[in-house]
């Protein structure tokens, strides 16, 4: 990655674990920590946060080390200048909303003031919560204060500790969309820990898969996505592909809207997005079909052409095809198929075939929740 505003590169030994971590982190946007439990991803925040002290390596934050082992260098949490948000909210519940964000201020510690209250209640929703307690809020509603109170001490990095986890799914659907508003309004780094694949779908711009203490990949979140040797990622039942897209055109008559991958075309139902705004079009692996002849009168309405990369087995007995979209060179489109299927249609790689995808979920479809599926 040719700019990176942290790069990390830590090697610590805690009893049995040993984390030998290395990655990079883009200068603006979320960079997911991705993997299971035990994988080391909270260990390396410690690390970035300096609540942890790496045995070797170097952290650096926009050109600046934070940690060095062989310059002996190894800033205290304060001089960081990074927001850190909990599983748990940690909100003072002896303060209202109002005096736990400028206890964010206070933080702060002379830094320049890029954002304010009445800008982080608003982008968070919790304008008419300022006056309650800790107490009076919901889990969604305190880890928004939380996620506020983090950005108002002006940091140049926000670390988020699966913020979701502690949330039902009701409230984690609530919360998602300020997530977002949060991303896009605020022009920093986000290094988000999470095991969830439904919020790094959602959420991330960057990817980075970690494994038994291991960084194992890390790229664009479409590029990671479509790697099939990451079982983490290609041997899951809910495999997909993330698609970048921009909005083409709207058709009103029919509730629809045509997105560009490329030059190839995805229809969805509508979405509340103006023409030309970029949208992220997920497509999971067991919602495509492969055929060899260009299919005709099916309910499906999005039919690519596309030539298959490559076939990889899969632990299940299914087969994951690679489907390299005609028109998009970069766009790869997922599909699980059984190893009959591959056996009776010939399928190989290098192999021109028809992708038909029976649905394609995409945020801010209207009228479909958190992600609008266009079915067959």
């Known amino acids: 990655m040719s700019e990176a505003a942290l790069t990390v590169r830590a090697e610590k030994a805690l009893g049995a674990f040993r984390l030998d971590a290395e990655f990079e982190a883009a ?7 991705f993997g299971a439990s035990g994988a080391g991803k909270s260990t390396v925040l410690a690390a970035v946060a300096g609540a942890l002290r790496p045995d070797r390596g170097r952290i650096a934050l926009n050109g600046r080390a934070l940690f060095d082992a062989e310059a002996g260098i190894d800033l205290p949490m304060e001089r960081r200048a990074i927001g850190w948000v909990f599983q748990d909210a940690r909100l003072f519940p002896h303060l209202s909303v109002a005096a736990n964000l400028r206890y964010g201020l206070q933080r702060a510690r002379g830094r320049a003031l890029r954002v304010g209250i009445d800008e982080v ?5 919790v304008e008419a919560l300022l006056e309650r307690r800790p107490r009076d809020l919901s889990g969604g509603e305190r880890q928004r ?6 950005l108002l001490s002006q940091p140049d990095l926000l670390l988020m500790d699966e913020p979701l986890s502690a949330l039902d799914a009701l409230r984690k659907s609530e919360i998602l969309p300020f997530l977002e508003r949060l991303k896009a309004t605020f022009d920093l780094p986000i290094l988000y820990v999470t095991h969830s694949f439904a919020e790094v779908t959602r959420l991330a711009d960057r990817l980075v898969v970690m494994d038994g203490g291991k960084v194992v990949a890390q790229g664009p979140l479409a590029a990671v996505l479509a790697r099939p040797d990451l079982p983490l990622l290609a041997g899951r039942s809910d495999a997909a592909s993330a698609l970048e897209a921009v909005v083409a055109s709207h058709d009103p008559a029919r509730g629809l809207t045509h997105l560009r991958v490329g030059d190839a075309e995805l229809l969805t139902p509508s979405l509340d997005k103006p023409e030309g705004a970029a949208v992220r079009a997920l497509v999971l692996a067991r919602d495509v079909l492969i055929a060899v002849e260009e299919p005709r009168g099916l309910s499906a309405r999005n039919v690519l052409a596309a030539r298959i990369a490559r076939l990889d087995p899969r632990a299940d007995g299914t087969v994951l095809a690679s489907l390299a979209l ?5 766009a790869v489109v997922l599909s699980a ?3 009959d299927a591959v056996e009776a249609l010939s399928l190989a790689p290098g192999l021109a075939v028809w ?3 029976k649905s394609v979920a995409v945020e801010g479809a209207r009228g479909g929740g958190l992600l609008s599926a266009l079915d067959d």
């Open 27 to 33: 200068p603006k946007g979320v960079t997911a920590l």
């Open 121 to 125: 209640a608003a982008v968070l929703g």
């Open 145 to 150: 204060v939380s996620m506020g109170r983090a």
């Open 326 to 330: 005609s028109g998009a060179p970069d």
């Open 337 to 339: 198929v059984t190893r």
């Open 355 to 357: 992708a038909v995808v």
